[in-house]
Nanobody, 120 residues
């Protein structure tokens, strides 16, 4: 059974940085595209970033382009999201999952996510 454990969230001031981690078990991590999604207060869940199975290709949502960096370590079954120049609108719960590169449709049930709050 696929399991996702997101961590690294917290309270940060505007302009600050955080690095999120996504520890995975229960499926072949190195064979899968991985995705980060987020859901802000009163908003729908949106794609933040994705990375292909080898880490050679990445894509980002327009709102985070050039501020966020997604990476992965297939030896540790872990994906990361480095977030710089954080804005209040980045506030939300961040989730990871395996997904389809072309459609962004996720493959498994969501984990608990990690809360990111950007506020002064």
């Amino acid at each position: 059974q696929a399991r996702f454990v997101e961590s690294g969230g917290g309270l940060v001031q505007p302009g600050g940085s955080l690095t999120l981690s996504c520890a995975v078990s229960g499926f072949a991590f190195s064979h899968n595209t991985m995705v980060w999604y987020r859901q802000g207060p009163g908003k729908e869940r949106e794609l933040v970033a994705k990375i292909d199975n080898e880490g050679g290709r990445t894509r980002y949502g327009d709102a985070v382009e050039e501020r966020f960096t997604v990476s992965r370590d297939n030896t540790k079954n872990t994906m990361y999201l480095r977030m710089n120049l954080l804005k209040p609108e980045d506030t939300g719960v961040y989730y990871c999952n395996a997904g389809n590169w072309l459609t962004n449709i996720v493959r498994y049930d969501w984990g608990q996510g990690t809360q990111v709050t950007v506020s002064s």
